[in-house]
C-alpha cells in the first residue's frame, strides 16, 4: 500500500475520552510509516489538551507534533469528523481519508473474527457526506465476520455532542456543515438526566445488544444508552487475553 505524501491526526478529543484506542490507532499508523499530528488547527487548546490527556499516554501524545502543515498534495488521514469537515473546508481539494478506508487498503491487515456475531451500526450526522468512509466501515464489519444491523429509522445522531452548544471555532472554519443552515434544531442544552433518558430513547431502535460506533461522541452518548457500544477501533485491534 503506498502511503507516500499521506498524514495522520490522530485526535485530541478521541485521545483524550479514549486514549487506548487512540493509542492502537497510533500504534497502526506508525507501522506504516505516515507522519502523525495531533491535532487539525494550529495552536488550538494545546496545554488544555496536553494536560487533560490520561498519564498513560501523555508523553507520547507530548512527543507528537500538534499539528503539521497541509499541502495540497498530501492525503490526509482523519479519525474525527471534525477535522476532516474543517479541512475540507479550509483547504479546498485537499485528498483525505478516513482511518478506516486505509485499513480496508492494506492488504496485510489481519482481520479479528467475530463469528457472525450480529451488531447494529450507528452512523454520524457529523460524516453525512462522508459515503466512502461509511461504506468502508460497512466493508470493515464484514471482513471482520460481523452481521451488520441497520436502524430502521436512522436520525440526525452525534451522541450528548448535540445536548450542548458546539465550539464557536466550527461554524467560523467550517460553515457548510456547522453554519445556522445545517444545524438548525440540531444543538440544545440538556441536564445530565436529560442526556442519559434522550440516549436510552435512542436505544430502543437498536434491536441488537451491541452497537458499533466510528465516531468519538457517538460512542460517548451510547455509553448512557444501555447498550453494549463498541467502537470500531476496539473491535479492529482487540486486547489480547
Known amino acids: 500500500m503506498k502511503t507516500e505524501n499521506y498524514k495522520y491526526i490522530a485526535s485530541c478529543v478521541l ?18 510509516g505516515i507522519p502523525i499530528s495531533r491535532c487539525c488547527v494550529a495552536k488550538y487548546k494545546v496545554k488544555e489538551f496536553e494536560d487533560s490527556v ?6 507520547e501524545w507530548k512527543s507528537l507534533p500538534h499539528h503539521l502543515p497541509i499541502e495540497n498534495t498530501d492525503t490526509i488521514v482523519s479519525v474525527c469528523h471534525n477535522c476532516t469537515n474543517i479541512i475540507a473546508e479550509t483547504i479546498p481539494g485537499v485528498k483525505i481519508i478516513s482511518l478506516y478506508e486505509l485499513i480496508l487498503n492494506d492488504e496485510n491487515f489481519i482481520y479479528p473474527d467475530y463469528h457472525n456475531e450480529e451488531m447494529t451500526i450507528q452512523d454520524c450526522w457529523r460524516a453525512s457526506d462522508h459515503f466512502e468512509e461509511k461504506k468502508a466501515v460497512r466493508a470493515l464489519m464484514k471482513k471482520m ?11 440526525d445522531f452525534c451522541g450528548i455532542s448535540l445536548f450542548r452548544p458546539q465550539p464557536p471555532r466550527n461554524p467560523i472554519m467550517a460553515p457548510k456543515h456547522y453554519g445556522p443552515q445545517s444545524t438548525v434544531g440540531k444543538f440544545g442544552t440538556y441536564t445530565a438526566e436529560e442526556q442519559v433518558e434522550l440516549m436510552k430513547k435512542h436505544a430502543e431502535k437498536i434491536e441488537t445488544d451491541k452497537v458499533v460506533t466510528y465516531c468519538h461522541y457517538c460512542q460517548k452518548g451510547l455509553e448512557l444508552s444501555g447498550k453494549e457500544s463498541l467502537h470500531i477501533i476496539e473491535l479492529l ?3 489480547e487475553d
Open 15 to 32: 485521545t483524550r475520552d479514549y486514549p487506548e484506542l487512540s493509542r492502537k490507532a497510533i500504534s497502526y499508523v506508525k507501522s506504516l
Open 54 to 59: 490520561d498519564p498513560s499516554i501523555r508523553d
Open 145 to 155: 465476520n460481523i452481521k451488520i444491523r441497520e436502524i430502521k429509522e436512522p436520525e
Open 237 to 239: 485491534f482487540p486486547t
